[in-house]
């Protein structure tokens, strides 16, 4: 079946732009989540979404990205206002419930000149 | 506050030269620990969950395996295509989100 999608692959952007990531989930997957990770290092944990729960947006790291999620599809990240420092891959991934194993997607490389 | 770490940060291996990569989390319950392994510019890969202690899960060259406070991912006869970032995962009993350990970077020299 199909896995984890995101688009786009790679986005430039310049600095003080909006940008929004998407990604669509495995079919079926109750719970997706966002990471960051700057070239080199591990994943930052942004935002997870569980069916109808409230998001837990703990680890959302200014005022400036938000994400949104319809029901048990597909979910977009916004960033406003870019800054140079949110230049990094964004990756998504959904899994069958909470505590489950995860499937990643390719990842959105963006860029903020 | 329930966390994962991981050792070593990094581990170069020449080929054939078998190893263990460790992840040790404390969690208030444990539901399933996970590993991955991340190639340069790709998402995570998903290989293994482990649920209890004492389980084993093998995988071409590799075996994971778990206890009550840590988890071994163990590499025999290493290739360079095993070269790779593995990173280990814990989910909880709770709701809440899993956890990632920051991971080990695997350099296996021909």
């Known amino acids: 079946g199909a896995g984890v999608s995101q688009s786009p692959s790679n986005k430039v952007t310049e600095k003080g732009k909006d940008v929004e990531l998407r990604c669509d989930p495995i079919?079926?997957?109750?719970?997706l989540y966002w990471y960051r990770q700057r070239l080199g290092q591990g994943l930052e944990f942004l935002i997870y979404?569980?069916?109808?729960?409230?998001?837990?947006k703990s680890g959302l790291p200014s005022d400036r990205f938000s994400a949104e999620r319809t029901g048990e599809s597909v979910s977009t990240l916004t960033i406003q206002r870019t800054q140079q420092e949110d230049s990094a891959v964004y990756l998504c991934?959904?899994?069958?419930?909470?505590?489950?194993?995860?499937?990643f997607g390719p990842g959105t490389r963006l860029t903020v000149t | 506050e329930d966390q994962v770490t991981q050792s070593p940060e990094a581990l170069r291996l020449q080929e054939g030269e078998s190893s263990s990569l460790n992840c040790s989390y404390t969690?208030?319950?444990?539901?399933?620990l996970f590993w991955y392994r991340q190639d340069p510019g790709k998402g995570p890969e998903f290989l293994f969950t482990?649920?209890?202690a004492g389980e084993e899960k093998e995988k071409e060259r590799l075996k994971a395996t778990l206890t009550k406070k840590e988890s071994f991912l163990h590499i025999t006869a290493p290739k360079p295509e095993d070269s790779a970032t593995y990173l280990c995962?814990?989910?909880?009993?709770?709701?809440?989100?899993?956890?990632f350990g920051p991971g080990t970077s695997l350099s296996v020299i021909p």
């Open positions: 995962a814990v989910g909880r009993t709770s709701y809440d989100k899993v956890i």
């Open positions: 482990l649920y209890s």
């Open positions: 979404f569980q069916g109808n729960s409230a998001p837990d």
């Open positions: 079919s079926g997957h109750t719970a």
């Open positions: 969690v208030s319950g444990l539901r399933g």
């Open positions: 991934a959904s899994s069958s419930g909470p505590g489950r194993e995860q499937y």
